[in-house]
């Protein structure tokens, strides 16, 4: 089977792996318009479950990524200066141009071929093919061209959010409110190796609008965010890597592929970053279009693309609300943080997607459920009555 890939990123990448090592023959080539070392961001996060497809799926491979990993047994929520750890929430990280390096190397070794540094624009560019899969991520022009065909839906939402950096290595993944005479500022913050964090600062759209960052230079900019989280980077600097203000699109497609094109990761469907499962989702997509075409054979395309849809759909799903309903809440923030105590607001943190109960919470980290339970004694009811 003669593949085309479009982007290098996580989906793309794992998927050719995949059908090299279902059948070594296929003819699987990648196209990155981006340099072998240059990629966007700082590093991303795994929840435990999301790993857990890995591990169950593919443990060669995520014990060939693992290494590279940091982990965290807890989360911590901090309101203002009052720092809430919640345990039993493991995650894991890692440097995403360190995650890409690790599969380029690892598809390399099976016999697929990197064309960086290429951009396409249109399919042909890449030569005839059987399989055409846009992995090009949340701003695919194929999904763009082809709106029609894929019936895309996108919602702007309107937080804004920046994705930087710092130098100061964080013990465990913290979600950082502070109130500001402005709004609320959210700092989401991981270390993802020894010496990095990944220092994302999300607020609402008034909040940025009363700041005036959009008349603010990017060095103001950086300047005004270190003020704002000060007792939290102690000194340490925020970095920049061609970090901008951007708003999270939601975007959504009811049909997944037409003729012999597919999409897979961003394309096709993009999850906030609050759930830490971008690249996951990303990945299992490629896992799903590889079993498809596994279980279908390569003759059939239409055959395997309806059964990756009618297969994928239903987890993917769930997951993609998950993240929809985190948008939510972090478009309430000000008023969350304002109107709840630190307790009362790291519960409703947990809770926020509506797939963690208080039986959960109890399992998790009985010592936040009880103090919980203290401000709302009815919870301890819905568990034990
Ligand atoms: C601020 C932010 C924070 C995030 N945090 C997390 C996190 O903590 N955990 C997590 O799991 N996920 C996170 N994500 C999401 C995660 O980065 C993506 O979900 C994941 O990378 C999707 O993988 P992908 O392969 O579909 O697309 P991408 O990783 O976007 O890869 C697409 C590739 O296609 C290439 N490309 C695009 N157009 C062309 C073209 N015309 N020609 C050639 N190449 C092209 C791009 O250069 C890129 O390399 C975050 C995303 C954002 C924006």
């Given at each position: 089977m003669k593949i085309r890939i479009l982007g290098a990123g996580p989906a793309g990448l794992y998927f050719a792996a995949l059908m090299k090592r279902l059948d070594p023959v296929h003819d699987i080539a990648i196209y990155e318009r981006n340099p072998k070392d240059a990629t966007w961001g700082f590093g991303v996060v795994f929840s435990d479950k999301a790993l857990e497809f890995l591990r169950t799926d593919d443990?060669?491979?995520?014990?060939?990524?693992?290494?590279?990993?940091?982990?965290?047994?807890e989360i911590t929520i901090v309101h203002n200066d009052t720092a809430i750890p919640v345990a039993g929430n493991g995650f894991a990280s890692i440097g995403r141009l360190e995650l890409l390096t690790l599969l380029y190397d690892y598809v390399e070794a099976l016999?697929?071929?990197?064309?960086?540094?290429?951009?396409?624009?249109?399919?042909?560019?890449?030569?005839?093919?059987?399989?055409?899969?846009?992995?090009?991520?949340?701003?695919?022009?194929?999904?763009?061209?082809?709106?029609?065909?894929?019936e895309t839906t996108t919602d702007w939402?309107?937080?804004?959010?920046?994705?930087?950096g710092t130098t100061k290595a964080f013990n465990s993944l913290t979600l950082t409110f502070r109130e500001t005479g402005h709004g609320v500022f959210c700092a989401h913050h991981y270390r993802y190796r020894p010496d990095r964090s990944t220092f994302l600062v999300e607020v609402e759209e008034d909040t940025w609008q009363r700041v005036g960052f959009e008349s603010m230079s990017a060095e103001e900019t950086v300047r005004y965010c270190e003020k704002v989280f000060a007792k939290d980077l102690?000194?340490?600097?925020?970095?920049?890597?061609?970090?901008?203000?951007?708003?999270?699109?939601?975007?959504?497609?009811?049909?997944?592929?037409f003729d012999n094109v597919v999409l897979i990761g961003d394309a096709l469907r993009t999850a906030?970053?609050?759930?830490?499962?971008?690249?996951?989702?990303?990945?299992?997509?490629?896992?799903a279009l590889y079993k498809a075409f596994k279980n279908a054979g390569t003759t059939d395309i239409t055959c395997a693309l309806t059964e990756f849809q009618a297969s994928r759909l239903p987890p993917m799903k769930k997951i993609?609300?998950?993240?929809?309903?985190?948008?939510?809440?972090?478009?309430?923030?000000?008023?969350?943080?304002?109107?709840?105590?630190?307790?009362e607001f790291a519960y409703s943190y947990m809770t926020r997607t509506g797939r963690v109960s208080h039986a959960d919470i109890k399992k998790r980290d009985p010592v936040l459920a009880q103090a919980y339970e203290k401000l709302h004694p009815e919870v301890a009811l819905t568990v034990h009555g």
């Open positions: 443990d060669a491979l995520y014990q060939y990524l693992s290494r590279h990993l940091e982990n965290w047994p016999g697929v071929k990197l064309h960086f540094e290429t951009e396409v624009t249109a399919l042909s560019q890449m030569g005839d093919a059987d399989l055409y899969v846009g992995a090009n991520g949340a701003f695919s022009w194929l999904r763009t061209e082809n709106e029609a065909n894929f939402r309107s937080n804004r959010f920046i994705w930087y102690e000194g340490h600097p925020i970095i920049s890597n061609h970090s901008y203000w951007r708003q999270f699109p939601v975007i959504w497609n009811e049909r997944w592929s906030h970053f609050s759930i830490g499962s971008g690249t996951r989702l990303a990945m299992e997509d490629a896992v993609w609300d998950a993240a929809n309903t985190s948008i939510d809440w972090y478009e309430q923030m000000d008023k969350l943080v304002h109107d709840l105590t630190p307790v």
